[in-house]
């Protein structure tokens, strides 16, 4: 590797908006050479990419506390329509409509199961959704459920219902391809945390599902997933396929992940349900990292409840992901909404918009919400400048990565263009370190001023994609919960979002909820 001279310094200097004198910079020489050296010596060791740094991003600040007792889920009372006669009817009922014929025995997870699996085979060439068929391992839990379901062995409301997981969690015996080439054959040979508590509530993985290449996008190395709505679109990302095979049926539930819109994004897209839980509820051991101090997991459903009946299965500490708080989440699907205090980010929702069909179907949610009789709080967000942060995550994508890109096989990746990893990888090694940490102690700050005003509601309202929302709340840590709430001018689905406070996904999920019962967006899907 080539000496650093005083020369390299001085253009150096310009990546970091700094200027030296020449006297300094011949006191750096010495060093800046000798840093090399030892970067050299740690790149000697390998860093597998389930290794996380020391240092821990933590949301709670002093003086707050959680609830810790779990009580007893506590889901809607359903009264079922009759069993259609043709089980394709069942494509898109809700998991708390599917849990019910399976409990009563009036459709056996076999039956189910082979339904989904001739689903997936039948739209994924239109749609690109899906990476491997989990189909031996599937019949075998249906299989399963069933015997233990007659033998009155019920384990709760995932029993016998088919799932599908985003193809970043492992999965024993089949591929882990985190979307991308140069991983297309990677095989991690244990289960993720998430896919062992789904098997534990009974769930039947049917499906490893497409991903944006290292979650970005909905582009991975089969092609770009489609939007059942529109399949000459994508169906955004970077949880593209779990949004897209929801959308169009072809499972009962998928499980995403977010670390700035990855799971808001394409359910918004895709007309779904999706859930992004408070950062350190949902263990992300097994899972592909991206950013430690962001990555958050979720479901993506079709209604705000299946969202719940989900997360109570797959939330609480595991013992590997020292991020994972002990909190308990306690939902109560007749917690009624009007004793929460729920406030609307005012200046966001008369902001223009370029389509102004996405601000009238925001309008009208708020003067749905009224009309339940809601008292809608205005709120004003932190005013910091929020999008300085993003480097937080391009720092640390890019040392996940960092192996990746010095070996040159960031060629492979099938997108390279400027708004792609590759490209954002290098710059991420431009980042200096003390801006990395600046940006982090600006987060503290940030945090408080969130804190501040979570102190004054419960829950609050606000555009999918208008301000800073998104990246503020995946920089804090807060859970959101996205849901369909009309369409744009050319029939693809538009979505609000319910943002909670920490470890509060029940109140932010029951406003959803509320919203839902009132509303039938969410039980509309695509014509395939």
């Given amino acids: 590797m080539s000496k650093i001279s005083k020369t390299i310094i001085q253009e150096a200097e310009k990546l970091a908006g700094l200027e030296f004198t020449d006297s300094q910079r011949e006191l750096m020489v010495a060093g800046l050479n000798d840093h090399l050296e030892k970067y050299e010596k740690m790149r000697q060791i390998p860093l597998n990419n389930s290794v996380a740094p020391a240092i821990q991003f933590n949301p709670i600040l002093p003086g707050m506390s959680f609830q810790q007792e779990r009580k007893p889920l506590k889901m809607s009372a359903i009264s079922l329509p009759e069993l259609p006669s043709d089980s394709q009817d069942l494509a898109f009922w809700p998991v708390t409509h599917l849990a019910q014929l399976i409990k009563n025995r009036k459709i056996s997870s076999v039956e189910l199961t082979k339904m989904y699996l001739e689903r997936l085979r039948k739209y994924d060439p239109q749609l690109k959704c899906v990476i491997t068929l989990t189909e031996e391992l599937a019949l075998k839990q249906a299989k399963r459920a069933d015997e233990e379901i007659a ?11 088919p799932w599908g997981a985003k193809d970043l969690l492992s999965t024993k015996g089949y591929r882990t391809t985190w979307g991308a080439m140069p991983y297309k054959d990677q095989i991690i040979d244990e289960d993720a945390t998430v896919v062992i508590r789904l ?9 490893k599902l497409t991903m944006g290449a290292l979650a970005w996008g909905d582009v991975w190395f089969g092609g770009k997933t489609r939007n059942p709505w529109d399949t000459e679109n994508g169906s955004s990302g970077s949880s593209a396929g779990p949004a897209s095979a929801t959308a169009a049926g072809l499972l009962g539930f998928s499980i995403g992940t977010e670390t700035w819109g990855s799971i808001v994004s394409p359910s918004t897209v895709c007309g779904v349900t999706g859930l992004r839980p408070t950062y350190g509820r949902v263990s992300r051991y097994g899972a592909m990292a991206l ?35 002990d909190t308990s989440f306690n939902w109560d699907a007749d917690l009624d909404a009007r004793n929460l205090r729920i406030g609307y980010v005012k200046g966001d929702f008369e902001k223009d918009r370029e389509n102004a069909r996405w601000k009238a179907n925001d309008e009208a949610a708020l003067e749905v919400l009224r009309s339940l009789g809601l008292e809608l709080i205005p709120i004003q967000l932190p005013d910091y400048p929020i999008g300085v942060m993003s480097i937080i995550l391009n720092a640390e994508a890019g040392a996940v990565f960092d192996e990746l890109t010095r070996s040159g096989k960031d060629d492979l990746l099938v997108r390279q263009t400027a708004n792609a990893w590759p490209n954002s990888f290098r710059k991420a090694r431009m980042t200096p370190a003390v801006e990395y940490i600046q940006a982090n102690r600006l987060r503290t700050l940030v945090m408080e001023a969130m804190a501040e005003l979570m102190s004054e509601i419960d829950v609050y309202v606000v555009p999918s994609f ?15 919960v996205v849901v369909p709430n009309g369409f744009s001018e050319n029939g693809t689905p538009t979505s609000i979002s319910f943002i909670g406070k920490l470890y509060s996904e029940a109140e ?12 039938s967006f969410h039980l509309k899907h695509p014509e395939l």
């Fill in 151 to 161: 033998a009155a062995r019920y384990r709760g409301p995932l029993h016998g219902i």
């Fill in 199 to 207: 098997e534990q509530a009974g769930a039947v993985l049917v499906a």
């Fill in 291 to 325: 950013s430690w101090s962001m990555d958050k997991i979720g479901p993506m459903c079709r209604s705000a409840e299946d969202c719940a009946l989900v997360l109570d299965a797959i939330y609480g500490p595991d013992g590997k992901d020292k991020t994972i708080m």
């Fill in 466 to 480: 208008v301000g800073d929302n998104s990246l503020l709340t995946n920089l804090t840590g807060h859970p959101a």
């Fill in 508 to 519: 932010a999920l029951t406003v959803a909820k509320v919203y839902q019962d009132y509303t």
